[in-house]
């Protein structure tokens, strides 16, 4: 493997943690691609939904994922603001994913092997040259096993459901607490038992509790520790040259 001048930012965590705005703010403080692969899986849902195929068909949609892989189906773009569109078959389909039920079924369709090893090469792909940061569930784990900096953001369930609500709500999906508390609980419970690559830390991620931070100071944490490996990269880099 060549030496990347930027490296692979990996962060993986559950539900709620407020990965999304982390990421999002971390990768425009850094200047780096963002890649949201949650949404991939999502879009799989979506387009598995579409095609009127069950997400508890494994075979199926194992197939009709490494189908939009070899058709290139799915895209990932960046949007003016630094964000992330996803392009199902040319649609943009960034709102339609982000339901309650594509989550469930975003879940439902990411415990199948053959779909995660049909989305495997398409999220490696994003991220290789690094300069990137990628969230996900097992980033640092599977992905990129060999990312230079590697994050575990999470929070108590508690707070994961509130924040998840209010995303909701702010979207205008009606929702109570206890509806989406139990929907988190459940995502947590299948995420964490699924066979193939559950989330789970990586031994080498800095975990960082976002309970009782604001978004801005989880993303200095995170940034200041990507800092570090730049600046370690770059050296070990100039030692290479001599
Ligand atoms: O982060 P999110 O809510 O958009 O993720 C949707 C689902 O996709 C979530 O239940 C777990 C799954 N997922 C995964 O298994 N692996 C990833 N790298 C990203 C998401």
Known sequence: MTARARPVVAIDGPAGAGKSTVTHVVAERLGYLLVDTGAIYRTVALAAERRHV???????????????????????ERTANGGQRVLL??????????????????????????????LLELQRAAGRAGGVVLEGRDI???VFPDAEAKFFLTASIEVRAKRRHDELSARGQTSSLSEVLSEVAERDRRDSSRPVAPLKQAA?????????????????????EVRRVERRLSEKAAGARG
């Open 204 to 224: 080498d991620a800095l975990v960082v509790d976002s309970s009782g931070l604001t978004i801005s100071e989880v993303a200095d944490r995170i940034v200041d």
């Open 89 to 118: 078959e040319g649609d943009d389909v960034s709102t339609a994913i982000r339901s309650l039920p594509m989550g469930q079924g975003a879940s439902k369709v990411s415990a199948i092997p053959g779909v995660r090893q049909a």
């Open 54 to 76: 069950s997400w508890d068909d494994g075979d199926g949609v194992a197939a009709l994922a490494a189908a939009l892989v070899a058709r290139e189906a799915i895209r990932l």
């Open 140 to 142: 640092g784990t599977v």
